[in-house]
C-alpha cells in the first residue's frame, strides 16, 4: 500500500510564497517521475510542474519563473516552493508519483489527496 501526504497548503496574500510537501510512503522500491498538479473550480486538473528522477524538470508556462519543483530521493518526498502567487494560483493541489514495487517491475500511478491553496487578500 502506498500513500502520499500533501502538506503546506493555505491561504496567502497576492505576491506572496508558500511551500509544499510531498512524502511518499510503502513498500516502494524506486520512484520515476514525481509531479504537482492542480485543480481550480469548474475547471480540469492541470500540470504545475514535473521532475523525473534524473531531477530534469518541466513546468507549465503559467508557473515558470515563480515556482521551483525539487525532491529528496532517499526521503521520498517533492516539494514545490511557490513565490509570487497570484488569485489565479488558487486550486487544490495534487502530488502524484510514478512507482515501482520491485526492480524492473510495472510502474504504476498514484496521486495524494490534495491541499488547498488559497491566494486571496
Known amino acids: 500500500q502506498v500513500q502520499l501526504v500533501e502538506s503546506g497548503g493555505g491561504l496567502v496574500q497576492p505576491g506572496g510564497s508558500l511551500r509544499l510537501s510531498c512524502e511518499a510512503s510503502?513498500?516502494?522500491?524506486?520512484?520515476?517521475?514525481m509531479g504537482w498538479y492542480r485543480q481550480a473550480p469548474g475547471k480540469q486538473r492541470e500540470l504545475v510542474a514535473t521532475?523525473?528522477?534524473?531531477?530534469?524538470?518541466n513546468y507549465a508556462d503559467s508557473v515558470k519563473g515563480r515556482f521551483t519543483i525539487s525532491r529528496d530521493n532517499a526521503k521520498n518526498t517533492v516539494s514545490l516552493q511557490m513565490n509570487s502567487l497570484k488569485p489565479e494560483d488558487t486550486a487544490v493541489y495534487y502530488c502524484?508519483?510514478?512507482?515501482?514495487?520491485?526492480?524492473?517491475?510495472?510502474?504504476?500511478?498514484?496521486w495524494g489527496q490534495g491541499t488547498q491553496v488559497t491566494v486571496s487578500s
Open positions: 502524484s508519483a510514478v512507482i515501482t514495487f520491485r526492480d524492473r517491475g510495472n510502474q504504476y500511478l498514484y
Open positions: 510503502g513498500s516502494i522500491f524506486s520512484i520515476n517521475t
Open positions: 521532475i523525473n528522477s534524473g531531477d530534469s524538470t
